[in-house]
């Protein structure tokens, strides 16, 4: 299974609000669980919308939630292509 | 297991279920010596009426099911949040794809097999037959996506 490269902070930001489960976020922003843990696990991109609503929760800047690692994608190609 | 998953396996065994009647009365019209065209056509109408109507009793009745189990884990009754978010509005596209793909293959050897020489009933039933199959594969697709964990 491969990751994406778009790394995120959400379980330690719910960790920081009071331990907020995964079911409570995501009621906050519309999605299902299941959603919201594959986010976190990094197997599944959210949308530009989602990661708004997202940091919104947490009330940060959308770069404190996530951050993109180019030199995943490119380690990925190698891989590809090897 | 989300919602989305149970309705598409609900719809998968639906599915299966008429493709195995389907193949099951095919291969009885062949033993009793080939393909009659009145008995055939009763066949293939019934079998689309049931992947219409099947299917959509089958989803009206796994969502009153699962409102009444989340009721009862809960012991009280919650709207429920039987939504479709993003991910699974990619993996249901994803899945639609699989299908069309499978469909547009199917089609196409339905096609030349009435070009070399089969008989019009034939490439009838095997384009029926590649329709459920083009769901079922659509259907795998979105849960082998959904276990994944995309």
């Known amino acids: ?82 | 297991m989300s919602y989305q998953e149970k309705n598409i396996t609900v719809s998968l065994v639906s599915y299966l279920l008429i493709m195995g009647y389907y193949l099951v009365k095919l291969f009885q019209m062949f033993q009793e010596g080939g393909l009659v065209s009145t008995k055939l056509f009763s066949l293939w109408a019934l079998v689309i009426l049931a992947t219409i109507i099947v299917n959509i009793i089958a989803s009206i009745l796994t969502n009153i099911v699962l409102t009444i189990v989340e009721a009862i884990k809960a012991q009280k009754y919650d709207e429920p949040r039987f939504i479709a978010d993003e991910r699974d509005q990619l993996i249901g596209l994803k899945g639609i794809r699989s299908s069309y793909i499978t469909f547009s293959v199917g089609v196409l050897v339905s096609v030349l097999a009435f070009a070399f020489g089969q008989p019009p009933l034939v490439m009838i039933s095997l384009i029926i037959f590649f329709a459920i199959a083009a769901e079922i594969i659509g259907d795998i697709s979105q849960i082998y996506l959904y276990r994944r964990g995309f």
Do not use: W
């Open chain 1, 1 to 82: 299974m491969e990751k994406c490269q778009v790394r995120n902070n959400i379980r330690k930001l719910r960790f920081h609000h009071d331990e907020m489960t995964q079911e409570q976020l995501a009621v906050k922003v519309g999605v299902t669980r299941q959603t919201i843990i594959a986010i976190e696990g990094a197997k599944y991109p959210p949308s530009l919308v989602l990661a708004f609503r997202i940091a919104l929760v947490f009330g940060v800047h959308l770069g404190e939630v996530f951050s993109y690692d180019p030199e995943d994608e490119s380690n990925q190609t190698i891989n590809k292509t090897s």
